[in-house]
């Protein structure tokens, strides 16, 4: 990186409502990166008779999806997040970003990260890498995303324009792609 990007936040936030596709316009900006080089999920809703819907995940660079919710029955109120998936979630994209990557998308920061537990290392990990990082925050989680980032992170609107312009500040691969 050069210095000028040094000064920077490698961190921005993406506030966002539950209607807003956040996850469309983050997987618009990934494809602008070569496949390789890109770490981090988006969600995708699935319907089920049980609990209305299942959260699956689709890593950016294998795309591969797994479910992070699990269907906990008829009777229950909801599903519930699969915590086992979401350490594997947070293992593969430990190894995305070990592997060499030149940006992070975390789709949601949420109740787990919220509570301290999540995504979080990996986000943390990123940065230590100089790897910039985009993250979707809902309102609700707002202060627990505030509190884990203590003012370091820029805001960027839910803006396929703006979040490519955030991105060409942090790297050199979104100016050329």
Same mark, same amino acid.
């Given at each position: 990186?050069?210095? +000028?990007?040094?000064?920077? *936040?490698?961190?921005?936030?993406?506030?966002?409502? *539950?209607? +807003?596709?956040? +996850?469309?316009?983050?997987?618009?900006?990934?494809?602008?990166? *070569?496949?390789?080089?890109?770490?981090?999920?988006?969600?995708?809703?699935?319907?089920?008779?049980?609990?209305?819907?299942?959260?699956?995940?689709?890593?950016?660079?294998?795309?591969?999806?797994?479910?992070?919710?699990?269907?906990?029955?008829?009777?229950?109120?909801?599903?519930?997040?699969?915590?086992?998936?979401?350490?594997?979630?947070?293992?593969?994209?430990?190894?995305?970003?070990?592997?060499?990557?030149?940006?992070?998308?975390?789709?949601?920061?949420?109740?787990?990260?919220?509570?301290?537990?999540?995504?979080?290392?990996?986000?943390?990990?990123?940065?230590?890498?100089?790897? *910039?990082?985009?993250?979707?925050?809902?309102?609700?989680?707002?202060?627990?995303?505030?509190?884990?980032?203590?003012?370091?992170? +820029?805001?960027?609107?839910?803006?396929?324009?703006?979040?490519?312009?955030?991105?060409?500040?942090?790297?050199?691969?979104?100016?050329?792609?």
């Amino acid at each position: 990186m050069t210095q +000028d990007t040094q000064d920077k *936040p490698l961190l921005a936030g993406i506030k966002f409502q *539950p209607e +807003d596709p956040i +996850d469309d316009v983050l997987s618009q900006v990934a494809s602008r990166y *070569p496949q390789d080089q890109v770490a981090g999920y988006v969600q995708k809703r699935r319907k089920d008779r049980d609990c209305g819907t299942l959260v699956y995940v689709r890593n950016l660079r294998s795309g591969d999806e797994m479910s992070i919710t699990k269907n906990r029955g008829a009777m229950a109120k909801g599903c519930k997040l699969d915590g086992d998936a979401l350490s594997t979630l947070s293992e593969d994209l430990a190894r995305d970003i070990e592997a060499g990557s030149d940006v992070l998308i975390v789709a949601r920061f949420g109740r787990s990260e919220a509570e301290g537990r999540g995504l979080r290392d990996v986000i943390s990990r990123a940065m230590e890498r100089e790897i *910039p990082v985009l993250v979707g925050v809902r309102d609700e989680y707002a202060g627990a995303w505030d509190e884990f980032h203590g003012g370091i992170a +820029d805001t960027v609107a839910l803006d396929h324009h703006a979040i490519l312009t955030w991105l060409d500040q942090h790297t050199s691969i979104a100016e050329s792609a």
